[in-house]
């Protein structure tokens, strides 16, 4: 009877352990597909998400576009008012350009200050448009920190998958193509857009 009781103590303590190990992997899981901060999508999910839109939108013949945020001077905004004030504008920028965007849009915070969004059914004219407008709708913002009101601005780039030379592009072109032109936006000053035409 004892050893008994011993095996169905084991066998309960196995069942807990396997249900507290698929609790663990679902948040793994969810640390790496989700910003904890903006609760957004993380880097983790955009870059697949993009590969399934860049073939989904080649078999079919649709327009596709992506586009690249990247805040500017975010480093020193942390360094003047701390991190704290940091996390909020991020998490103001997140509900902002969610509100911007469409349903069918995909928005992604791509790394510290930096976010992604997927376009879909978007042309070069249309994916322009937008981009325009996520950067006025950032450059309103204002974060209330303290004694302070916090304003920023942030450097748009955009790329339409129909704009590339290459015959067959693939989304880690499309990324790299977007990511490129936004460093080289850098060097020109804030608070700008620039659309990527290779044609």
Known sequence: EELLS???????????????????RRDVHSLTTFDSLTNLPSRGQYMPTLRQEVARAKRYER????????IDEFSSLNSRFGHKAGDAVLEKIATTVSKVARDSDFIARTGGDEFAIILTETDSMGGRIFAERIRAAIESIKVGHEQHTIR????????????????SPDHETLHASSLMALRKLRERGPNRVVWVNSR
Not at 152 to 167: I, M, R
């Open 6 to 24: 011993f095996v169905e103590t084991l066998i309960v303590e196995r069942d807990e352990l396997e249900e507290e190990l698929q609790k663990l």
């Open 63 to 70: 327009s596709l576009s992506l586009i690249l945020i990247d």
């Open 152 to 167: 920023f601005s942030a450097s748009v780039a955009g790329v339409s998958l129909a704009d590339l030379k290459l015959d």
